[in-house]
């Protein structure tokens, strides 16, 4: 657990539900983070069982991640197996036991949100999708996108509306947050794929040009480098959009929007 | 998910928590049960997914339970370990979100428990520590019930504790109800280490004389077929203790007792 929970990686989730607890928070940038801390922790924690999971033989098949090896490549199948099971409900754990000075409905609302993220309407459903896809050459932009909803932007969503709910959020507030990281995510995952095509393994801290050799979907090969460009500029673009709102207080989303379509690995 | 839940099964962990929750509920035998099914159904989803994930063939590679291929024979190794992860977070989805009627804080309580049961802390660990013990010929009683302990009679507990804390129970009441179904989980682990001996394949649902094929520690070896009836005894008396106490309000949880140590499969 400490081995993958450790190993480096944007810490993009945590960021997300931190600047977005900010966003409503009484005090707003100069808030105490203590209440948000517990949620913050938990979505790394779920997207890094998520990625000790994916990467098993049975599954992507990956050797590296993040540069180092892969789980069960130093730990073996079976423990990597065990160690992303009790990852997932140490997560839970830690929100529902560290949460402190937070209304426990907000607590309750927080793990409603970070198990629905997880399940047949979130990861699971998006890896399922994802692998019956795998080989067929004609997935369509849309079955792409749906699997990019559910596999990497849900756990964006839930990073920011959680936050935002511990920060005392109203369901307008939230709905819109998610809303900005949906599209967010999406533009992430173009970004990535577009990555994996023009950066290196040594670059990546991951196995490059895995997409292509495995015949995968992805959207440089339905768009083409440069519309898949244009399309994750487009998407954060209106992600902003969804903030304008808030005018100052949303910066630190506006940024991290910026950063991730930036990004060079 | 369906598969493997609805595969049947004796659902003694949602009996136990209702049983628990029976208890302490105003109204007794009586009450009404709305506000301690999604615990019961939780502890269920939680006890099928360990068992999921430990018929893998990378864990002990089970191809039959409860009478059916498993879960990675039917749907490959991928959905299984997808299904396990789903119906974990879906545990605590169902717990949050269809709880009614329970102070929240209560809700944050029992979720605890539950998160707590699976992780380094129980099922996890304990799984750790059995397959760290696979082929050894030295297992002591103690590390043997130590893993038990984790594996086995930890969701057993929080099945109790969770009923009991839905019920309104107090700390005493809960931990009284813990200690029962901890050493009633032994007892359970006992007898099934016996039937394992004792019992064909059809008779199990799953595959018979593993244990001795495998060459696994389990009570039959250290203690002897005999030393082990006589000690799953035992431990169903001191559980039986635990609830003198409560007199009349304990009689479904101590028909579950004698359930337990009586049955064949």
């Known amino acids: 657990m400490r081995y993958s929970l450790l190993a480096g990686g944007k810490r993009v989730r945590p960021i997300l539900a931190i600047a977005a607890f900010q966003m409503f928070a009484q005090g707003g940038a100069q808030a105490a983070l203590e209440p948000v801390m517990p949620t ?22 990956d050797d590296f991640r993040r540069g180092k090896p892969t789980n069960h490549m130093v730990y073996g199948e079976d423990i990597a197996i065990l160690a992303g099971d009790a990852m997932l409900s140490y997560a ?9 000075d937070v209304d426990p409905v907000r607590v309750l609302e927080v793990i409603r949100l970070l198990s629905n993220c ?3 309407e ?16 004609d997935v369509s932009l849309e079955t792409l996108t749906w699997i990019h909803t559910h596999k990497t932007a849900a756990l964006l969503r839930v990073s920011c509306a959680g936050g935002a709910v511990i920060g005392g959020a109203s369901e307008d507030d939230v709905q819109r947050v998610s809303d900005f990281a949906v599209k967010i995510g999406l533009a992430f995952q173009i970004a ?9 393994t040594e670059m990546l801290g991951k196995t490059a040009g895995k997409d292509e050799a495995t015949n995968k979907a992805t959207y440089p090969r339905l768009l083409g480098l440069e519309g898949s460009r244009q399309q994750a500029e487009r998407l954060v673009a209106e992600a902003k959009e969804c903030l304008a709102p808030y005018g100052e207080r949303s910066k630190n989303l506006l940024a991290l929007a910026d950063f991730i379509i930036n990004r060079s690995n």
Chains 1, 2 share one sequence.
């Open 92 to 100: 839970f754990e830690y929100v529902a036991r560290e949460t402190r």
């Open 122 to 137: 979130g990861l699971a459903g998006g890896q399922v999708m994802d692998l019956e896809s795998e080989g067929k050459t």
């Open 118 to 120: 997880v399940g047949p």
């Open 192 to 200: 990535d794929d577009v990555l994996d095509v023009t950066q290196s």
């Open 40 to 61: 913050a922790l938990a979505v790394e924690m779920i997207h890094t069982m998520s990625l000790i999971h994916d990467d098993l033989p049975a599954m992507d098949d």
